[in-house]
Structure formats: C-alpha cells, structure tokens
C-alpha cells in the first residue's frame, strides 16, 4: 500500500503502545505502564490528527515539528479536532517522557508505532534499519481519511501544523 488517500477508510485493527498521563507520573523519571491504544476503534468516532515524526527527541522533530502542534493546539482544537496523535517508531517510554519534557500532560497523545507497524504496513516508513516511521500527516474524520501526506522531502511542510489546519 503507498500511504493512505482521501476517501479512504482508516484500517482495521491499528493499534499503538501508548503510557496515559498521570498526576502520578507526571516527572519524565516515572515510567508508567503501556497500554493498548486501539487506534481503529478510538477514530470511529472522532476527528483525529495523527503526525508522524522519525524520532522523539530529534533535532527536526524537537525543533520543527512538534512545536506547531503545540502552539496551534487551541486552533486545532477549535476546529473541532477531539484527538491530536503524534506516533514515531520510539517505545512508549521515550514518547511518554518526550511529552512530558514538551509539559504536554493529554492534549497531544504520544504513541508508540512498535516495529513500525502501522507506516510500514502504509508504506510510509524510512525502510532503514532500525526502522522508523516517515514525516507525515493525516486527519480521521469519523473512520475516513480527509487528508493525508507524506513529506516529499527532509522538511516539515505537507506535516506541519500550519498545513493540517488549512485542511481542517
């Protein structure tokens, strides 16, 4: 499969490692215990954007990429988006603390795509080893995919913020 388009259905049976917040585990020490995050069945009825990032505590992610989520958030959510999703190859433990260091506590969910699982399975992985997920964007809106693109390039463009709250 080359990446998800408009129109299409989000897939069955997508599932992530994700560590909820916790007043408990509020420090980036505190490991917390992964869950199952039954991402299929979460979007059903949702509106949902998903940004992928090659790596939690990268230079272009840290910098570039998860910045304009934060400070767009409450536009985002104005657009009346329920879920905002960040997933990169990372266990759930590095994407709980990397949420943690940004004082994100729920309003972006950060998920673990264990083995790549779901960009590879949309071909939207680096086919590097180790594996790691592609830049990208989607928005779910209620089970159906209403934008989705992978950056063409090292940039952050198509995956941005900015561009997934012009298509909202």
Known sequence: ?????????????VEFS???????????????????FKASQEF???KVVIFAVPGAFTPGCSVRHL???????????????DLVCVIA????????????????K??????????????KSIGWDMGVSPNRTARYAMVIDHG????????PGRDVTVSGALAVLAKL
């Open 18 to 36: 994700y560590i909820p917040w916790s007043p408990e585990t509020e420090s980036p020490t505190s490991c917390g215990i992964p869950i199952t």
């Open 44 to 46: 059903k009825d949702k």
């Open 1 to 13: 499969m080359a990446g998800l388009n408009e129109g299409d259905s989000f897939p069955d049976g």
């Open 144 to 151: 159906k995919v209403v934008y989705a693109e992978k950056e």
């Open 67 to 81: 910045p304009g989520y934060i400070e767009k958030m409450a536009e985002i959510r104005g657009k009346g988006v």
């Open 89 to 104: 190859s990372n266990d759930a433990f590095v994407m709980s603390a990397w949420g943690k260091v940004n004082g994100i």
């Open 106 to 119: 729920d309003e972006i969910l950060f998920l673990s795509d264990t083995d790549c699982k779901f960009s």
